[in-house]
């Protein structure tokens, strides 16, 4: 006997709906919404694949939670394509995991946005991959932020480049961490090719991306990072990057770069910047590039830095800088060099200065030199000195024995009263014949008798006697008096009236003894 019940359907009439099949199985198709929610769990439970099939795809929102859930395995899995779109939000959240992961990759895409969108994230979590990958693209886009959170890592890997394309900005800013770190190379690249896409990330983010990932990105799409995203790229996935890509970063990217990212860069990645990027780096990134990066840079890029970058340079990456770098210095750069740069050098560093570098040194450059790097410059720079550069201060430290005898005659003539001054006996000593013979009358006046009694008496020869102070002369020794007026002497045999009088007796009378032999004449 059939149990029956009478359920109202307008306020004027009323039909009586039977908890159980009609005698008829076939029948059930015949059963509305209202009839088919009238069954009892029991005959649900009963229903072969081939039953559930039979119901109208109408009828099917007439299934109760409690209905659905008394289903045997399998039923939710043989629903038509045309039943499932009729299946509520609430019957959908309804169903269990397992239910739900009996839906067959032909029956996803029959799936309507506004139902996908209802799932639960423990729902979307429990996906089978081919489900997933199942979800057509206009499906992809309508899940929720929390249902993409909840996809777990294998999920991500699953998705294919065609719906990571599909997915939102929004959907893709709502990655986790996890998730980011799990999409797949290829999937990255699909990324890559939209802009939009790729600065929707945030930069913790771009902050989990894999080495691998990372030199996808700038492969493909370096400029599309936005400069903030570049920013909190970690050191080992930026020290990853090819040259090609790292070359590629803009202005502003590179002057997001932390210090710590900079000195993580190779000394490849370093040599591979153009001069553009190097000459506008900010002056904390430049100063945090390490010696060796800097040595790194090829001396055609080291000659096209500004000179208002090449003076940010600190002491220990000037001393850093090869010899073939050194010779590539323009003009323009040298001038823009500080006394503490040219210091930077080193007295190697300077020693490697070709003459025409040096002849550019300003004066503030040369004074700035200190005893070792004076030292080092060669004889051949030494000749390249201009008068400018030889002041007091740095010709007092140049080696008697080497750097002296190398000025020309043409410096020699030029140097100050005061250059004279400041000259050692030792460098008094050095000079040579043909130096001494260019030495001009203001010079000689300027000579101590300290540095005449130094000088070599076949050198004295060379002066001419009232050229030099009174004070000068009379201070001289009697051997270097008489070494004066040499024999060999010929012309300029005497002294002014105020010079013989400055002498001492002892001195005059020694002078009055070279008279016979003709080599002085007293002054009337």
Known sequence: MQTSFTTSISSSASAIYSTALPDVSTDIATLNSDGIKALSTATISSLTTAQLALIQPESIPGLTTAQLAALPTGSIGALSTDQLPFLSTAQLTALTTLALQELKTSQIPTLSNTQISSLLQTQVGALKTDQLQSLTSTQIAALTSQQVISLTPLQIAALSTSQFQAMTTAQLSALTTSQISNIEVADLQALAANNSQIQSLSSSQIGALSTQQVSTLFALSSLGLTSKQVAVITTTALSA?????LSALTTDQINRLSTAQVQGLTTSQIAAL??????????DLLQALTSASIAAIPITTVAAISTSQISNFNASQIDALTSSQINALTADQLASL???????????????LTSTQINLLGSSQMAGLGTDLIKSLTTTAIKSLTNDQIKADQIKLFTASSQIPALTTTQVPNLSADAIKAMTTAQIAALTATQVATVTATQSAALS???LNAMATDRLIALTPSNIRAVSLAGMTDAKLQ?????TRTANKTVSLDQWNMLGSSKRATLRGLVAASRFTVPT
Do not use: H, Y
């Open 449 to 451: 008798a300290t540095q």
């Open 338 to 352: 500080t006394s503490t740069q040219i210091v930077g050098l080193g007295g190697a560093g300077v020693a490697l």
């Open 274 to 283: 153009t001069s553009t990027q190097l000459n506008n780096l900010s002056t």
């Open 241 to 245: 990057l090819t040259t090609t890509a």
């Open 483 to 487: 070494a004066l007026f040499d024999t």
